[in-house]
């Protein structure tokens, strides 16, 4: 997956699957940090469970944004009704 222009600002990410963890632990401490073409690799494993609690996050900071959304409108209503009745 590359991002951004052909550049130094390009970015790529890539997804191996090891059969033994071992050998994933392996790649892992030799390969991160490694210099390619002048640019380092940062090697970590997937762990779904972590993306998916973040993703959780995501979506209930959304949720809370928007009742607070709802709580602000309401004030401002209450506020612009008790004006009126003065």
């Known amino acids: 997956i590359r991002l951004g ?3 130094r600002d390009t970015k790529g990410t890539a997804f191996v ?3 033994d963890i071992y050998d994933a632990k392996r790649a892992v401490d030799h390969l991160s940090g ?3 073409g002048g640019r380092y690799l940062v090697c970590m494993y ?10 959780n996050a995501e979506e ?5 944004e928007e009742l607070r959304r709802q709580v602000k409108a309401k004030k ?3 506020a612009a009704n008790a004006n009126q009745t003065e």
């Not at 997937?46 to 993703?55: D, G, L, M, N, V």
């Not at 209930?60 to 809370?64: G, I, N, T, W």
């Open 34 to 36: 490694f210099n390619v």
């Open 76 to 78: 401002q209503q209450l």
């Open 46 to 55: 997937y762990q779904p469970a972590k993306f998916e609690r973040r993703a």
């Open 5 to 7: 222009e052909r550049g």
């Open 60 to 64: 209930k900071k959304k949720e809370l």
């Open 17 to 19: 699957v090891y059969e």
